[in-house]
């Protein structure tokens, strides 16, 4: 008689049933693994687009536009702060891991992240901030009241102010130096016609240079050390013309025969809006290329693809292009072209109001993924 177990079961059930016990546990801890988690790195490449508005309407707005897909964002800042940004946006620049926006008639400093996420308001109420350069940790604006304001870039906190020549409208940093070039411009027609030269190892002013009447857009190369600057005449018989500052000696070793209103540095080439003065206004004779060794301008105009510019104004090197933008009347919409060296078109998107700057950005997005 065969023996049973103590329920019935024949042995060889139970021994059955305990193996295939084992068996499923193993299948439940090898086979059934909790999920694990692990970051994925994106970088976006895109551009900012600072649009200045119109005065005393606030509408000032920053464009954004990703150089990949193409996609436009047409007020990336109050989409992002739910706000508007101001009056008047004058100047966008980065400086390590934020954006700083000069907004004139609001007389802010808007501190943002890479994202146009604002961090700070810095209040320049009076100044009227114009134009901002970085130095050793340090930011400085030049405002209409005629004064330098240091900044502190991790702080965000306002130091020491100094003193340039009457309505600061740009500066720039090259050799430890800041130049700011002072244009006098609430005086007209009684223009300035000088930059300062600031220590900044001390921030102190250490020499005024004389320049072309009304000095304005004034730009460094950081590999030659030359500064250039744009000094725009008196928008009538006096013509904006372009010249070149040796930052060891600071003087003026070149002024450039052609009349340029705006410029963009590509190491010994800049390229140029050549202009002419009509009723008080600059009319552009077209974008064109200059040898700023030889002082040669090209004969023909920079765009070769038949691209027709109406009021060209803002002009950029962005990832080796050559970015210009268009603000038509200053009162509607403008356009902003990107173009390769061969002024072939490359990029085209419509920005807001009186587009002016174009700032390369690349952010980097990093995100969580569960395998």
Same mark, same amino acid.
């Given at each position: ?13 139970? #021994? ?77 620049? #980065? ?33 009227? =901030? ?10 400085? @604006? ?7 304001v240091q900044i502190d870039t991790l702080t ?28 006098g411009g609430l005086d007209f027609p009684n ?90 206004? =600059? ?9 700023l060794q030889t002082g040669d301008m090209s ?11 109406? #009021?060209?104004?803002?002009?950029? !090197?962005?990832?080796?292009? !050559?970015? !210009? ?27 807001? !109001? ?6 390369? @950005? ?10």
């Open positions: 008689m065969k023996q049973k177990t103590k329920r019935g079961q024949h042995p060889k059930t139970k #021994q059955l049933m305990t193996w295939g016990s084992w068996l499923l546990l193993a299948l439940l801890f090898f086979g059934c693994k909790p999920p694990e988690k692990t970051t994925e790195t994106a970088v976006t490449h895109g551009i900012f687009v600072l649009n200045e508005g119109n005065w005393h309407l606030n509408n000032s707005t920053i464009t954004y536009y990703n150089l990949e897909t193409g996609e436009v964002i047409e007020d990336i800042f109050e989409a992002t702060n739910h706000r508007k940004l101001g009056d008047t946006g004058n100047d966008l620049q #980065q400086y390590g891991r934020k954006l700083y926006c000069v907004v004139n008639e609001s007389e802010i400093i808007e501190v943002m992240d890479l994202k146009c996420k604002s961090l700070k308001q810095i209040s320049l109420t009076g100044k009227q =901030p114009r134009k901002i350069a970085f130095h050793g940790g340090k930011a400085y @604006v030049c405002c209409f009241d005629g004064d330098v965000l906190t306002i130091g020491a102010m100094r003193q340039a020549g009457r309505n600061p409208e740009g500066l720039c940093v090259a050799n430890n130096k800041l130049y700011v070039a002072n244009s223009y300035d016609n000088t930059v300062s030269v600031f220590n900044l190892a001390t921030f102190s002013l250490t020499k005024t240079i004389t320049v072309a009447l009304n000095p304005s857009i004034i730009k460094s190369d950081p590999v030659s050390g030359y500064v250039y600057l744009v000094s725009k005449g008196n928008y009538d018989n006096i013509p904006a013309v372009l010249q070149k500052i040796d930052s060891q000696t600071d003087n003026v070793v070149q002024t450039y025969s052609q009349s340029v209103y705006n410029f963009a540095l590509d190491g010994n080439t800049a390229y140029v809006n050549h202009v002419v003065y009509e009723n008080g206004s =600059p009319k552009s004779l077209g974008i064109k290329v200059l040898n004969a023909n105009p920079f765009i070769t693809d038949n691209t027709t510019l109406q #009021q060209p104004y803002g002009i950029h !090197i962005v990832n080796g292009n !050559i970015f !210009i933008t268009d603000a038509f009347s200053y009162t509607v919409n403008g356009d902003v072209y990107g173009f390769d060296k061969t002024g072939r078109k490359r990029y085209k998107f419509e920005a807001g !109001i009186s587009p002016s700057v174009v700032l390369e @950005v690349k952010t980097t997005v990093t995100t969580e993924v569960i395998v």
